[in-house]
């Protein structure tokens, strides 16, 4: 049993499109997370979402939504998609937002041509 | 706010060699301390955690302890092997809650050759 699943694992697309990433949870986390990995491996928090409280990093722009249909799911939504948004993204989760580890989803690399 | 430097590499060295990775931390709060591994095209794995001063996590001969007095987390593991070869991030999260994620270091890439 995958943990933290996320779909797909590779996408490719064009500058402009709209695209949706999938993430699910089985372990009854009540967080969950979205990150942003750069091509230097650097990451970095995009949001948070917490019984309904979605925090989110300032730096991200609002073409990036995140959607949360119940708990166990946290969907990434990216507008107007641009060259700079390729990366790996990933999701993770954790059993509440208090000093608790992230169990992290596999990743998904985009890649906008 | 909170921040994570750890030393760049890629760090390489032999099979059975000594492994120190340096990290050190700034933070408002008290922290917890996490080291995690990605083996290449792979996510993010927990390879250990520390919660409060002086607490040493280990797992799979890796070593961590957590030093409040120098802000460290040094990883250390006596004998590597060539399937350690991977990247790894040293990582915290603050007392104040963990709404903010986790904040990373900028990774260490680490080569074990035969």
């Known amino acids: 049993d995958t943990a933290v699943s996320q779909t797909p694992k590779y996408l490719v697309t064009q500058m402009g499109n709209d695209k949706s990433i999938k993430c699910e949870q089985n372990?009854?986390?009540?967080?969950m997370y979205w990150y942003k990995q750069d091509s230097k491996k650097f990451l970095k928090i995009m949001f948070s979402y917490n019984n309904k409280e979605l925090i989110i990093n300032e730096t991200v722009p609002n073409r990036f939504s995140p959607k949360s249909p119940d708990k166990a799911h946290l969907n990434l939504h990216i507008n107007s998609l641009e060259l700079g948004d390729s990366a790996v993204y990933f999701c993770?989760?954790?059993?509440?937002?208090?000093?608790?580890?992230?169990?992290f989803g596999q990743g998904t690399r985009l890649t906008v041509v | 706010g909170d921040s994570v430097t750890q030393m760049e590499g890629p760090v390489t060295l032999s099979e059975e060699a000594f492994l120190t990775i340096n990290c050190t931390y700034t933070?408002?709060?008290?922290?917890?301390l996490f080291w995690y591994v990605q083996y290449p095209g792979e996510g993010l794995q927990l390879l250990l955690k520390?919660?409060?001063?002086?607490d040493k996590g280990s797992n799979k001969g890796f070593e961590a302890t957590y030093r409040k007095e120098t802000t460290s987390f040094h990883l250390e593991k006596g004998s590597v092997q060539v399937s350690d070869s991977a990247v790894y991030f040293c990582a915290l999260i603050d007392s104040g809650g963990g709404a903010d994620g986790l904040t990373f270091g900028k990774g260490t890439h680490l080569i074990i050759q035969p």
């Open positions: 520390a919660t409060k001063a002086d």
């Open positions: 993770a989760s954790s059993q509440d937002s208090e000093n608790t580890e992230a169990f």
């Open positions: 933070a408002t709060g008290y922290p917890s």
């Open positions: 372990l009854g986390h009540d967080t």
